[in-house]
């Protein structure tokens, strides 16, 4: 017997081989009708497995039962819409050859292999014939074969690539199951929905080149992207909403508006911000900084490099070296020493990992001679440790503890201890190691603290390229980043200060819409560092601080960094996408690593708390995300040109260029048309550009010393002298104002209905 616990709290007991469709049905018709999936002890199972006390270890089975309104469900109707889609495409494309079709975030995909390519113009026929599979409502069902059996199903349905697979990965588990639905047959791991028929609807999107297992030494294949949903009315939604995130594409917009561009020269990943976009971080940046110094920040500058030294201290290098770009050693022995170094002081990895190291060896151009080859993780290393021999012979470096060392650890120490001799940099990964080291230049008491450190410092990751996306995921940036350090009495005042400043921050800027994440501690783990006291009271800190500001919270365990809890912002955009901005983090680790030290009340030393933060993460990122957020239309105070004067025709050159002068005299960022152009083309133009104001100027405005004027948002408002103008444009920028033209897209809550005054 098993003993099931239902969300309610109640337990069931039921005979082992009881299916989840067999709990739904003796609940109820209507539940069971509704069921489209189960949730076992943290796993989603089809409907009709067999629950067994394998997967009740200890007896007790955590079990609920999926429907249309949990996410877990739209994962698997969109995993199984991906063999509808792959079981159309066989149907229409004979030969086509399938490797993995995973639901996404957003929908799912499969890639095909088809010896006809596929194109876009066969999305309405694939997706006929998915209608009918759709309409058949044929069950998924699933079977199990001995490995070996499985294999030779493979082989015999021409399925080269899952073949592939098995021999890559599978091998290894005794048995291997597979889903049948009608003709169609597909190596997976499952679940799947109890029948196509439950697919409400679904749309194939677009096809892009992919690798065979995402890795560009492999075959390229044809990767379909498609969408599915329960009802047609969201997948509607959904299309709207790509839409209009399509409109306000800061890659597309950032051009148009020349805010910043980006050289395949200079690097990719790397933002050069256009006078116009520097216009708008400048204000930005200056905004953040004023509001420190009220709150008592010190800013700080600190250079872009740091000795490696620092790094190995901080524990960021080699931690996150993966991420990072490669270090920088004088001596250029010691780069290729150092790779190796790395290699062996990882040891043996598993497959994953040792899939990411190769990863980034190939995107440093550094892998050891024959290691591609290697088959065992010994081997490996051993390839690698002849590598080091080759290297030291050729380099003439002496190094006799190399020689005498016996295994990876001994190597990988033995060239640690010469590395550290050598002079090495880093391109800086964080800002902390050098506000620490600022911290450290002189002595303090606690009467100093707690000591704001401030300072926009930029770092840099080394992202692959296929991950880099405009100014959202890029490989130098610059962080709004400051450190506090704090005494462990002052953490709480502190971090709800940061949370206040945030808030104040993103309600300036319209992102109204947010809700917090509180990271907590996996409690069962022990990769963190630091006391039980110090991680109970921090938590509990955290929580207390969230609630008291009465935030919408998630407490999320295992989501903490490892030396402390943290709270992370996700803020809604206008049209309700969600981004991950930056975290407030408390920090008992860096502090006792570099020792960090004031003096106390009682004149012994005590140890200080630092704080984390950067509200924005980045300003490259964060300024992305407000191209999006305004469609490129920045409120008036923080436009890179506020208004535009137009003069109707040539003849009133003279007087535009008096009302420009005027404006720019007070501190407005204004320009002129004066190009023979008709003034409904200059206009448009001006529009295009989402230029706030528009003064047009002629007979009358000349004669009556006024501009008429147009709003990007309130469009007419008529003519008024130019001192009007300056009092109405001041008071914008002063109030901060936000105001937004509402878009026509039915639906959508646009900003404008949310924040215009
Ligand atoms: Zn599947
Ligand atoms: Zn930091």
Not at 8 to 31: C, F, W
Not at 180 to 194: A, K, N, S, V, Y
Not at 250 to 274: A, C, D, E, N, Y
Not at 547 to 575: H, L, Q
């Amino acid at each position: 017997m098993l003993t099931l616990k239902l969300p309610d709290g109640s337990s069931r007991q039921v005979p082992s081989g009881t299916r989840p469709r067999d709990v739904a049905e003796s609940i109820g018709k209507r539940l069971a009708q509704a069921a489209v999936a189960a949730k076992v002890n943290g796993t989603v199972l089809d409907l009709d497995r067999e629950l067994t006390s394998d997967l009740a270890p200890n007896g007790e089975l955590p079990f609920r039962l999926l429907t249309e309104k949990d996410k877990e469900a739209l994962d698997v109707l969109r995993h199984s819409c991906a063999h509808i889609m792959a079981r159309a495409v066989l149907r229409l494309f004979p030969g086509a050859q399938l490797a993995f079709g995973p639901a996404t975030e957003h929908g799912f995909y499969y890639d095909i292999d088809s010896p006809t390519p596929i194109k876009e113009e066969d999305f309405p026929r694939i997706e006929e014939e998915m209608r009918k599979i759709v309409k058949e409502a044929e069950p998924f069902e699933r079977f199990e074969r001995p490995t070996a059996e499985g294999r030779a199903l493979c082989e015999d349905m021409a399925q080269q690539y899952k073949v592939e697979h098995i021999d890559d990965e599978l091998k290894k588990y005794p048995t291997l199951s597979f889903y049948r639905q009608g003709e169609f047959i597909d190596l997976c791991r499952g679940p799947h929905l109890p029948h196509a028929g439950k697919v409400g609807a679904f749309k194939l999107l677009n096809i892009a080149g992919a690798y065979w297992k995402n890795d560009s030494t492999r075959k390229q294949l044809q990767r379909l992207y498609a969408t599915a949903f329960f009802s047609q009315k969201d997948l509607d939604a959904y299309l709207t909403l790509v839409e209009e995130a399509k409109k306000r594409d800061h890659r597309v917009l950032g051009k148009q508006l020349k805010l910043f561009t980006i050289s395949p020269l200079v690097g990719s990943g790397l933002i050069l911000w256009m006078p116009k976009g520097a216009i708008v971080r400048g204000i930005l940046e200056g905004f953040i900084k004023d509001e420190l110094l009220k709150r008592g920040y010190q800013p700080v500058y600190t250079p872009h490099i740091g000795r490696l030294e620092l790094y190995r201290t901080s524990g960021h290098f080699p931690y996150y070296r993966d991420a990072q770009f490669p270090p920088m050693y004088g001596r250029p022995a010691a780069g290729a020493l150092d790779m190796c170094q790395y290699r062996l002081s990882l040891g043996p990895l598993d497959e994953k990992r040792e899939h990411d190291v190769v990863t980034y060896m190939k995107s440093v151009h550094f892998t050891p001679p024959e290691y591609t080859a290697a088959k065992t993780q010994d081997e490996k290393l051993e390839v690698t440790h002849k590598y080091v021999l080759r290297l030291l012979d050729v380099m003439q470096v002496d190094l006799p503890e190399y020689h005498k060392a016996k295994d990876y650890k001994e190597r990988a120490d033995a060239l640690l201890k010469w590395l550290m001799d050598q002079e090495g940099f880093l391109l800086k990964p964080m800002n902390c190691p050098h506000h620490i080291h600022i911290y450290k230049a002189e002595p303090h008491s606690y009467r100093d603290l707690p000591v704001r450190l401030a300072e926009f410092g930029t770092v840099y990751r080394y992202e692959q390229t296929g991950e880099l996306n405009g100014m959202t995921r890029v490989r130098g940036f610059t962080q709004d980043d400051a450190h506090l350090f704090v005494t462990p009495e002052q953490v709480e005042a502190e971090m709800g200060s940061n949370l206040d400043l945030v808030l104040f921050i993103l309600d300036s800027l319209g992102l109204k819409n947010y809700r917090v994440r509180v990271g907590l501690r996996d409690p069962n783990s022990n990769k963190y560092v630091g006391s039980d006291e110090d991680w109970q009271s921090a938590e509990a800190t955290l929580i207390k601080i969230v609630k008291e500001r009465g935030m919408n919270y998630t407490a999320e365990e295992g989501e903490a960094a490892f030396y402390g809890p943290k709270i992370d912002f996700v803020v809604s955009d206008c049209i309700g996408r969600e981004w991950q901005l930056g975290t407030v983090q408390l920090d008992y680790n860096l502090p006792k690593r570099f020792q960090l030290e004031y003096t106390g009340k009682d004149n012994h030393p005590h140890r200080p708390v630092m704080i984390h933060r950067a509200p924005f993460g980045s300003m490259e990122r964060f300024c992305g995300i407000l191209i999006e957020h305004f469609a490129g239309a920045f409120p008036l105070w923080l436009g890179p040109e506020q208004a535009r004067v137009l003069p109707i025709s040539e003849r009133f050159t003279d007087y535009g260029r008096k009302v420009e002068a005027e404006l720019k005299s007070h501190g407005f960022r204004v320009a002129g048309d004066y190009r023979p152009e008709k003034i409904g083309a200059k206009i448009r133009e001006a529009q295009l550009e989402k230029i706030p104001y528009m003064l047009v100027v002629g007979e009358k405005e000349a004669a009556a010393g006024t501009v008429a004027v147009r709003g990007r948002v309130d469009g007419d408002l008529g003519a008024m002298p130019v001192s009007q103008l300056v009092a109405r444009l001041e008071k914008e920028v002063r109030e901060r104002t936000i105001r937004q033209v509402s878009t026509a897209t039915a639906g959508l809550t646009e900003g404008g209905a949310k924040y215009a005054e």
